[in-house]
């Protein structure tokens, strides 16, 4: 049932001007696979489209915000007219606050929700009725976090919508798998993209922020071979998959110490 091979297949990535999407789309570019780019920046879009290798691909780019119900609806339309059917969805768009519970508006938790949540729940609903239509080579892959398994101080937001991401993906994929779709969920730790740039834009503790942005940087994940473990995992059909050395330490810590290996961040 799985898709064994990317070719002539259409797939269409969320947050697709940057980061893991753009590597997401370099990749299977590069395996012949069609390509509808989704993103809130045209000109991110334009340049992945430039950096693309592939040959003869058709590639289409939309400008839309995931957090819009009827951008996503319009925009499930828009793909099926330009690419005549979806074997693929990537729901990738993102973004990170970093502000403890205290310091975040109630603005905050409706903007990371309706990107974060509301984005990945749109694009499932709107895009399955045309999944089903290639059941046995269809597949949805949703963006979780490593923050998922244990929650760190200041993301309080991100833990929540990436946790709800988990428990989304694992029941989707008890529903719609024996149809013949796929549904992948992927928790990655640290990759190298523009997220934590963002994310220092918005933070109440400039100099904690720093030093975690630091850390990152040393340790991060190119999202070049972050996409290539996400693709593996597709061909193979996992229902999951942990990306980095750190998400896997940290979903093994939280499994046998539960509540210890929270001291790690000194919250008292």
């Excluded at 309706?114 to 059941?135: D, E, M, T």
């Excluded at 928790?187 to 997220?195: E, F, L, R, V």
Aim: glycine share 10%; charged share 20%; net charge positive.
């Amino acid at each position: 049932m799985s898709i064994k091979s990317f070719e002539k297949k259409v797939a269409v990535i969320t947050g697709g001007g940057s980061g893991i999407g753009r590597a997401l789309a370099l990749a299977l570019g590069e395996q012949g696979c069609d390509l509808a780019l989704v993103d809130v920046s045209e000109e991110g879009m334009k340049q992945t489209k430039g950096m693309l290798r592939g040959s003869g691909l058709k590639i289409s780019l939309h400008v839309a915000d995931v957090s819009n119900k009827q951008a996503m609806k319009a925009l499930a339309d828009d793909v099926v007219a330009k690419h005549g059917k979806i074997n693929l969805l990537f729901n990738n768009a993102g973004i990170t606050l970093s502000k403890t519970f205290e310091h975040h508006s109630l603005a905050d938790w409706e903007k990371i929700i309706g990107i974060n949540l509301w984005g990945v729940i749109y694009g499932c609903h709107f895009f399955l009725p045309h999944l089903r239509k290639q059941a046995g080579e269809a597949h949805i892959v949703n963006l979780s976090s490593m923050v998922a398994f244990v929650g760190p101080p200041s993301q309080t937001s991100y833990s929540t919508t990436k946790a709800a991401i988990k428990g989304f993906s694992e029941s989707l994929w008890a529903e719609v798998h024996d149809e013949g779709i796929g549904v992948t969920v992927v928790h990655p730790g640290a990759i190298k993209t523009a997220i934590m740039d963002e994310a220092a834009t918005s933070t109440d503790d400039p100099e904690a922020f720093a030093k975690i942005q630091t850390m990152v940087e040393k340790f991060a994940m190119p999202p070049e071979k972050a996409a290539k473990k996400i693709l593996k995992a597709v061909r193979k059909d996992k229902m999951r998959v942990v990306v980095g050395a750190d998400a896997l330490f940290f979903e093994g810590a939280k499994r046998a110490l539960p509540e210890h290996i929270h001291k790690l961040f000194n919250l008292g």
